[in-house]
């Protein structure tokens, strides 16, 4: 896997034009994959020294905000699905709220998640392991699913409440849960 350090693909905030990495060779572009008002953004399937790999970029129209997104091309599921997830896991709390929490799941005292805002769990399990969430702490995994798109959940009770909840695209794992790689979480309370 290529270590990469400026983004393959994006927006300049400056200018607004798509700002390819020198050496990237654009295979498929989708142009407005977020069709939110005020907000320009883009996806593609590029090649970048002989790999494959997913990318999009959002912006505000003023230029306030942005981000972009990048993984390496799986068999695990379609760009399609990729591109929806993003939309839903990188926009609903940045330009909805402009906040980190989504507020999908909240995590209660036994480790057992609730569904908010439209969002269904489709598995959980509990606690989850030692290197997602501190031994002793209320911890849970799941894989829920929002507007059509399937994320991937680590829940703790944590003191630091914007790193208790970490949602993740789905399309980026083999499966949530025990599949999972382990999340800094930090001190417990």
């Known amino acids: 896997m290529t270590t990469i350090r400026d983004p393959l693909y994006g927006y300049d905030y400056f200018t607004g034009d ?4 020198p ?3 654009v295979q498929r572009e ?9 907000v320009r953004s883009s996806a593609a399937i590029v090649t970048y020294e ?16 942005g981000w972009n997104e990048e993984h390496e091309a799986t068999g695990n599921r379609s760009f399609e699905q990729w591109v929806h997830e993003m939309d839903v896991l990188n926009t609903a709390p940045m330009f909805d709220t402009y906040g980190y929490e989504a507020g999908w799941v909240t995590i209660g005292e036994d480790g057992v998640l609730t569904a908010h805002k439209g969002a269904t769990i489709l598995e959980q ?6 290197d997602q969430a501190p031994a002793g702490v209320p911890s849970a995994t ?3 699913e929002v507007d ?16 208790g909840i970490v949602y993740l695209a789905e399309s980026e794992y083999p499966g949530c849960g ?12």
Not at 30 to 38: L, S, Y
Not at 53 to 62: F, G, I, N
């Open 18 to 21: 798509l700002a390819p990495l």
């Open 148 to 163: 059509g798109a399937r994320l991937c959940v680590i829940a703790r009770i944590l003191d630091d409440p914007a790193a």
């Open 125 to 130: 399990s509990s606690p989850a392991r030692l």
């Open 142 to 144: 799941a894989t829920i």
């Open 30 to 38: 989708v142009n407005q994959p977020i069709d939110r008002p005020g």
């Open 50 to 65: 002989g790999e494959t790999w997913w990318v999009m970029s959002a912006a505000l129209h003023e230029g306030s905000a």
């Open 23 to 25: 050496g990237v060779a």
């Open 178 to 189: 025990d599949a999972l790689i382990g999340h800094p979480y930090g001190s417990a309370p």
